[in-house]
């Protein structure tokens, strides 16, 4: 009886054990990605400004060539 008490106290020792190693790995992945996603959110962010840059510059692009063909006709 004793003895099935003590392997079953070190079993669930060793089972604790494993489990905080597991939540610490996981921690530190979550970490990771979230340290990724912030990245990806950033570049994300640097592209809708480029783009809203680039389609700014079409539309002055636009109305520079509406111009130059009034003044053509």
């Known amino acids: 009886m004793l003895e099935s008490i003590t392997a ?4 669930l020792q060793t089972d604790l054990r494993e489990n905080i190693e597991m939540t610490i790995e996981n921690q530190e992945e979550l970490r990771i990605l ?3 996603l912030k990245k990806q959110q950033e570049l994300i ?3 809708k ?3 809203i ?4 510059e ?4 636009c ?3 509406v111009e130059v063909e ?3 006709k």
Request: hydrophobic share 15%.
């Open 63 to 65: 109305e520079k060539l």
């Open 49 to 51: 400004n480029h783009t």
């Open 70 to 72: 009034e003044k053509l």
């Open 8 to 11: 079953e106290k070190e079993q």
């Open 53 to 56: 840059k680039k389609e700014e």
């Open 34 to 36: 979230r340290d990724e």
């Open 58 to 61: 079409i539309s002055r692009t």
């Open 45 to 47: 962010i640097q592209e």
